[in-house]
DNA sequence: TTAGATGCAAACGGTTTGCAAACCA
DNA sequence: TGGTTTGCAAACCGTTTGCATCTAA
C-alpha cells in the first residue's frame, strides 16, 4: 500500500524536455536522486553553493511540471517539495515531526472520491489527500 | 452531504476569546459574514480602506484558530481562505474558475482514512482533502 | 487608568524576474 | 555562431512584526 516508488529519472525527463545537458542541472539533479523525504528549496539551495538559487528553483519547476516533485502543503501550512512517481495518481503522508514523506496510493480513495463526486454539484477534476502522521522513526532516532 | 454551513457568530467568537468590541473587528466581520465565496486577505483588506491589513490578518488569523475560517490550498498551490462551520470536521470542494468553495463531510471518508492508517506505518495525525471542481453556476453566470 | 487594539512602515520568507555574461549544440 | 541557460540582484507576493498611538473597559 505505501508504495516504494521508483525514482523517477530525472535526466530523462530534462532530455525530453528538450533542456541542455548543463552542470548546474546535474548537480541538481544528483542531489534530488538521493533525497528520500521532503525538502524545502531554500534548503536544496543551500547544500548546492555552486548553483545560483534561481537556478533552483527554475531546474525544479521543470520537474513539478513533469510531475517528478510534486509541492505538498504541512499541517502548518508551508509548504515542502518531494521527489515522487510519475505518471501514477498518488496522495502523501508527511510526518509532522520530521517532514518525512511517503507516498501511497489506496484505490478506495479513488473509487471514494468517484463515488462522492455524484452529490457534489458540478464536476469534480482533481483532488488532493495529505494525511499528517508521526512516522515513529524519527524522533526515537533509529533512523527511517 | 454538501452541508448548507450554518454561519459562525464571529461576533461571539471575539467575545468568547476576551477580546474588545472595536470598530475595525465589526467591520471585519460584517464584510467576511456575507462571504460565500473563498477569498485572499488581500482582496479583504482592499475591500477595507479604513482597516490596516495588519488588523485584518490579526483578526482573520483569531478566527483561524477559532476554527471558523479556514485556509485552503488551491490546485496551483496558492492559498484561499473561507469561513466554514465551527466545530465539526469537514472537508472542501473549490470550483477552478470562480473560487467559489463549498463544504462538505462524508462520513465515508473519515472511515476511510480511518482504515488507511491501519496500513500506513506511525500514527495518523490529521488529513486534509480538497477536491477541486468546476462548479457550472460561474461560467454560464447564473450567479451562485 | 491601563491593558489591549490599531495603523503604519519596515522586515520577513519564499519565490520570480530582468538582464548581461557564460555556455551548449 | 545563436539560442539557452546561468548567476546575480532586485523585485515580488503574502504575511508578520515593532512600535508609538489610541481606545474600550
Known amino acids: 500500500m505505501v508504495s516504494d516508488a521508483p525514482p523517477p529519472d530525472l535526466l530523462a525527463i530534462l532530455e525530453r524536455a528538450g533542456c541542455r545537458d548543463t552542470a548546474p542541472r546535474r548537480a541538481i539533479v544528483s542531489l534530488l536522486e538521493q533525497k528520500q523525504e521532503g525538502f524545502t528549496l531554500e534548503a536544496l539551495s ?12 527554475r531546474t525544479v519547476k521543470l520537474f513539478q511540471e513533469a510531475g517528478a516533485v510534486c509541492k505538498l502543503a504541512t499541517i502548518n501550512g508551508s509548504h515542502i517539495y518531494s521527489l ?3 505518471g501514477h495518481h498518488h496522495h502523501h503522508t508527511v510526518c509532522v515531526e520530521c517532514g518525512a514523506v511517503e507516498e501511497f496510493r489506496v484505490d478506495a480513495v479513488e473509487r471514494l472520491i468517484g463515488e462522492i463526486s455524484a452529490d457534489i454539484p458540478g464536476e469534480v477534476i482533481s483532488h488532493r489527500l495529505e494525511l499528517y502522521v508521526n512516522c515513529h522513526s524519527c524522533p526515537a532516532s533509529k533512523g527511517k
Chains 1, 2 share one sequence.
Open 84 to 86: 515522487c512517481g510519475v
Open 46 to 57: 543551500d547544500e548546492l553553493p555552486s548553483v545560483g538559487r534561481a537556478t533552483v528553483y
